[in-house]
Nanobody, 126 residues
């Protein structure tokens, strides 16, 4: 079964941390680009960070560089998004998705991601 399941969202105060997990079935994990996206109410979904699981190359949007870290655990077919120094503007629904092959530079390339999780809410209070 091809699937992606996110977990780890929650509510934190500004300056706090959360770690999101994205567990993927093998067919959409190996040698794929796994991306974390977020969506604000009434806005389009945007890419936040991507990782190409064959080699671990990563990409980030400017606003999360030095605060967020995307990483992989091949033994668990899982990609993580460690989010530090969270800000109220990071409040959004976060999604994980997979596309075959290399990653496009975020925040674009959404149309190439074909398998999506159900999302997990992150809320940061000031």
């Amino acid at each position: 079964q091809v699937e992606i399941v996110e977990s780890g969202g929650g509510s934190v105060q500004a300056g706090g941390s959360l770690r999101l997990s994205c567990a993927a079935s093998t067919s959409v994990y190996e040698d794929n680009c796994i991306g974390w996206f977020r969506q604000y109410p009434g806005k389009e979904r945007e890419g936040v960070a991507y990782i190409f699981t064959d080699g671990g190359t990563t990409w980030y949007i400017t606003s999360v560089k030095r605060r967020f870290t995307i990483s992989q655990d091949d033994a668990k077919n899982t990609v993580y998004l460690q989010m530090n120094d969270l800000r109220p503007e990071d409040t959004a629904m976060y999604y994980c998705a997979s596309k075959g092959g290399v990653c496009p530079p975020p925040p674009g390339g959404l149309r190439y991601f074909t398998v999506w999780g159900q999302g997990t809410q992150v809320t940061v209070s000031s």
